[in-house]
């Protein structure tokens, strides 16, 4: 379903448990958890539509699109913050198609999606037989999207949302532990940018990473580009271009250390 029209203005819904916790009365932290991501689930699943309408329509995800109410809602209207989890950025279906069509280099592999949004990335690898595809996202809400996503694609995918980013920092998993890294669209601000760069400068030589970017400017001038390698280029769909302001096309490197 989509499109439900409601002017009332939702608690933010990463914050969702805490307001359960506030205004239900509910002390146990763990059911207010449970209830929380019953809860995100409904709300995703009334205010997205599922779309095959992209580079992998393998995958069917829970997507904002134009027939959807938010896509046009103005920002307090809406339940979620930042619903980046609910569009499928060109990056990131440049590298999962690249997934689909080369199985070959996840097969048996730990992989890990920083960044994973919809969780495509980290879905498509388990498809094609990663032994363990871990979704990351420090969002909440996407950790939900991404479980409903994996379901409903018949994956096996694992969310997390610790900040690998932080690592050694703030302590996570150690990322080098995976054989294969993606991010997908990833570079979309200078600073986040930079972050990245320097922490990829800390990811052992043995962790393969691959990126997926439609090439945006930040990305192409970075110095991160002469540690990078082409390894292919998708043209984006009428709808995907449409929805990217005239991106024509998206593609994936990979990290050379
Ligand atoms: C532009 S979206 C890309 C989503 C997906 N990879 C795709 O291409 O469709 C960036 C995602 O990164 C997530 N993100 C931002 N900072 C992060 C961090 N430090 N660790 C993990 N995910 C992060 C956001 O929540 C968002 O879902």
Redesign the pocket.
């Known amino acids: 379903m989509c499109g439900l029209d409601t002017e009332q203005t939702a608690p933010r819904l990463n914050r969702c448990t805490a307001f359960i916790v506030q205004h239900w009365g509910i002390d146990d932290t763990g059911m207010a958890a449970a209830l929380s991501k019953a809860f995100l689930r409904c709300l995703i699943r009334e205010h997205t539509q599922l779309s095959r309408d992209h580079l992998t329509p393998e995958l069917m995800l829970h997507l904002i699109t134009p027939a959807c109410h938010l896509w046009s809602a103005k920002f307090e209207n809406s339940p979620f913050d930042?619903p980046?989890?609910a569009?499928?950025?060109?990056?990131?279906?440049a590298?999962?198609r690249y997934i689909f069509d080369n199985p070959h280099v996840v097969r048996g592999k730990t992989v890990l999606?920083?960044?994973?949004?919809?969780g495509?990335?980290a879905i498509a690898a388990s498809l094609v037989g990663a032994s363990k595809a871990v979704a990351?996202?420090?969002?909440a809400v996407?950790e939900v999207a991404i479980s409903m996503n994996s379901e409903k694609n018949g994956a096996s995918v694992i969310p997390d949302?610790?900040?690998?980013?932080?690592f050694p920092t703030v302590p996570s998993p150690d990322p080098s532990r995976f054989d294969i890294i993606?991010?997908?669209?990833?570079f979309?601000d200078p600073d986040?940018t930079q972050l990245i760069d320097d922490w990829l400068a800390g990811i052992g030589r043995e962790t393969m990473v691959l990126i997926?970017d439609p090439g945006r400017l930040l990305f192409m001038e970075h110095p991160l580009m002469s540690k990078l390698k082409p390894v292919a280029r998708y043209s984006l769909n009428k709808t995907s271009q449409l929805e990217n302001n005239g991106l024509t096309d998206a593609s994936v490197w990979r990290l050379i250390m």
């Open positions: 930042d980046f989890w569009f499928y950025w060109p990056g990131g279906q590298l999962t999606d920083i960044g994973s949004g919809c495509s990335s990351n996202d420090i969002d996407a949302t610790s900040n690998y980013l932080m993606f991010m997908g669209d990833m979309y986040f997926g």
